[in-house]
């Protein structure tokens, strides 16, 4: 079975600080991770993943994730934040990066960025 | 690359009545689509797995009889809202694939009204 548990269902910034969006996984097999962003009443888009390659992820619009075993996390972090990147996160885990794979999403977290 | 278009977008439709809702992948062969369910503030809960050629599998939970789901080609899945009520009522988006990457494309999602 895997879960993933996202800390912090709203997180707000200021415009160019640091964001920090957690995400903390539970599986028996060695996972596949996600983070989709979703914007209102839109479909998801896929920010990054890992796939057992290399353990810090580099995604579209300046996001990175880094994968820590040991702590069983793979937070979404961005420097600098901009306005436009107010909207919904999902952090997803799969057994598999593809062919069928089943994504468990976590709760989701609402991102704010304030000016 | 892998542009998957959801239809329609949105629809109100009267109770006890079914509702279409079309998943289909523009530029590459979808041997699997996933359909998930949303509630407002909340995660994605799969609905069913769909592979070309066969038979839905449903989760746990989820009426194969009220949401009959068809994957007939390669490029579209359907699902049906087969006489819907206001519960029925939510966010409903696909994803398709695997892609050239083996990753999955998610739709815009259609947000169904039960009235």
């Known amino acids: 079975a895997q879960s993933v548990t996202q800390l912090g269902s709203h997180v707000s910034v200021s415009e160019g600080a640091l964001v920090l969006l957690r995400c903390n996984y539970s599986s028996s097999v060695p996972p596949y991770l996600f983070w989709y962003v979703q914007y209102p009443n839109q479909g998801l888009q896929l920010l990054l993943k890992y796939t057992s390659a290399a353990t810090l992820v580099k995604g579209i619009n300046g996001f990175e994730a880094e994968f820590k075993k040991s702590e069983t996390s793979f937070h979404l972090t961005k420097p600098s934040a901009h306005m436009s990147d107010a909207a919904e996160y999902f952090c997803?885990?799969?057994?598999?990066?593809?062919?069928?794979?089943?994504?468990?999403f976590g709760t989701g977290t609402q991102l704010k960025v304030e000016l | 690359g892998a542009v998957v278009s959801q239809h329609p977008s949105r629809v109100i439709c009267k109770s006890g009545t079914s509702v279409k809702i079309e998943c289909r992948s523009l530029?590459?062969?979808?041997?699997?689509m996933f359909w998930y369910r949303q509630f407002p503030k909340q995660s994605l809960m799969l609905m069913a797995t769909?592979?070309?050629?066969?038979?839905?599998?449903?989760e746990q939970g989820v009426e194969k009889d009220k949401f009959l789901i068809n994957h007939a080609s390669l490029t579209l899945s359907t699902l049906t809202v087969t006489s819907a009520h206001p519960e029925d009522s939510s966010f409903y988006i696909c994803?398709?694939?695997?892609?050239?990457?083996?990753?999955?494309?998610f739709g815009s999602g259609t947000r169904l009204t039960v009235v």
């Open positions: 994803s398709a694939g695997p892609g050239q990457d083996y990753g999955y494309t």
């Open positions: 997803a885990v799969s057994e598999r990066a593809g062919g069928g794979n089943k994504l468990t």
């Open positions: 530029d590459f062969q979808a041997t699997t």
């Open positions: 769909s592979n070309e050629g066969s038979k839905a599998t449903y």
